[in-house]
């Protein structure tokens, strides 16, 4: 005994339902992160620019433990 399966294209969400704002912003955050995320030298300079860390590399005050 043999069961037909019909086979259907896969769709994608983003042709079937409209991106949310959310999304967007997530989209967003991710290409930056890429950008950043190129060099240590783009990494770091996000750090500092975060006040994460200092010119020299070290963790701010705060978040020392």
Known sequence: MQF???RKAPVSRLATKPLSQADK????MKVY???V????KA???FLED???V???GRLAKQYRS
């Open 4 to 6: 037909a399966i019909e």
């Open 33 to 35: 992160m890429k950008k």
């Open 54 to 56: 200092d010119k020299q």
């Open 37 to 40: 995320s190129r060099s240590k």
């Open 50 to 52: 975060a006040g994460i």
């Open 25 to 28: 912003e997530l989209e967003a």
């Open 43 to 45: 990494a770091q300079t």
